[in-house]
């Protein structure tokens, strides 16, 4: 067990327009890459977004070694509501997610 940020080499968000934000893994290489597309299961993600799973896009790039996460937000950019309106501080969020890696090596 360890924390997503402790296995990889960079989480960055970002965010895609006043609807989306994106979040960037970046493994560092394609031993990790393979092992962090293991562990990190959809279905997980979207739990800790408190969103249906349909609705987080993931894309697994192999050849970069960074999986690319985009996902609506609870609240339009800029509303009154809206807390990260550069959509940054999700990054903290999953490199804090816990994953069990410890079978995959």
Not at 5 to 13: D, E, N
Not at 20 to 34: E, S
Not at 35 to 51: N, P
Not at 56 to 75: C, N, Q, T, Y
Request: contains cysteine; positive net charge.
């Amino acid at each position: 067990m360890g924390k997503l940020g402790q296995f990889v080499k960079k989480i960055r968000s970002k965010n895609a327009g006043p609807f989306w934000i994106t979040v960037d893994i970046f493994c560092g290489n394609p031993h990790t890459f393979n092992q962090v597309c293991s562990a990190l299961k959809t279905e997980r993600i979207a739990q800790l977004l408190a969103l249906q799973a349909a609705a987080v896009k993931r894309f697994d790039i192999e050849d970069l070694a960074v999986i690319k996460i985009s996902f609506p937000r609870h609240h339009v950019q800029g509303s009154r509501f809206d807390r990260d309106i550069h959509g940054a501080q999700i990054a903290n969020l999953f490199a804090e997610l816990q994953l069990d890696m410890t079978d995959l090596d």
